[in-house]
């Protein structure tokens, strides 16, 4: 069974940080270019980062640049997402997925964890 | 930065009547970066449709997806209960890949 398992998500206060992990199961990962996307509580998806299947690509979001970091481990079947300097902004639900054809970033996400929360406080 | 608009907001409906839910691209996309994805509450997005009008795995083929340039269409042909969820479309041809706000289809 194809499968992604994020984990990492938690408390912290503005100015903290946090590491996101996803665990990938079921397909060969690395073959795959991944994704982070987040949602706020009742809001939007938002997209947030994707990463190629070599690590030779990467892309941000505005709001995140020069925060957070993408970045995965193939031989773990592993990504993960490095967060800094955190906002309360930042608040969401954090799903990791798969992009649908392996060789692209530039695909649709076809699996999708069922998602890590983070929650900034002041 | 492509930003999407979804309309309507909130599409209320009854089982079996046709859904026709409507995204806006703020410049062209290419049809074969369009995707919709559908949520429901507590689940995570599933990929729908891509490429516009292309049908992801084990989707029903009462979803179809249609469009080009700056308008694009989901349509459901007859509503299940299942379906009653929130619809996103996403373009992923640019970065930043940008979503839009979402259509709500609930139960009238």
């Known amino acids: 069974e194809v499968q992604l398992v994020e984990s990492g998500g938690g408390l912290v206060q503005p100015g903290g940080s946090l590491r996101l992990s996803c665990t990938a199961s079921?397909?060969?990962?690395?073959?795959?270019?991944m994704s982070w996307v987040r949602q706020a509580p009742g809001k939007g998806l938002e997209w947030v980062s994707v990463?190629?299947?070599?690590?030779?690509?990467?892309y941000y979001a505005d709001s995140v640049k020069g925060r957070f970091t993408i970045s995965r481990d193939n031989s773990k079947n592993t990504m993960y997402l490095q967060m800094n300097s955190l906002r309360v902004e930042d608040t969401a639900e954090y799903y990791c997925?798969?992009?649908?054809?392996?060789?692209?970033?530039?695909?649709?996400?076809?699996?999708w964890g069922q998602g890590t929360i983070v929650t900034v406080y002041s | 930065e492509i930003v999407l608009t979804q309309s309507p907001g909130t599409l209320s409906l009854s089982p079996g009547e046709r859904a026709t839910l409507s995204c806006r691209a703020s410049?062209?996309?290419?049809?074969?970066?369009l995707a919709w994805y559908q949520q429901k509450p507590g689940q995570a997005p599933r990929l729908l449709i891509y490429?516009?009008?292309s049908r992801a795995t084990g989707i029903p083929d009462r979803f179809s997806g249609s469009g080009s340039g700056t308008d694009f269409t989901l349509t459901i042909s007859r509503l299940e209960p299942e379906d009653f969820a929130v619809y996103y479309c996403?373009?992923?041809?640019?970065?930043?890949?940008?979503f839009g706000p979402g259509t709500k289809v609930d139960i009238k």
């Open positions: 490429g516009a009008s």
């Open positions: 996403q373009q992923y041809g640019s970065s930043p890949r940008t």
């Open positions: 079921g397909f060969t990962f690395n073959s795959y270019a």
């Open positions: 990463i190629s299947a070599g690590s030779g690509s990467i």
């Open positions: 410049q062209s996309v290419n049809s074969i970066y």
């Open positions: 997925a798969k992009v649908r054809v392996g060789a692209t970033v530039w695909d649709a996400f076809d699996i």
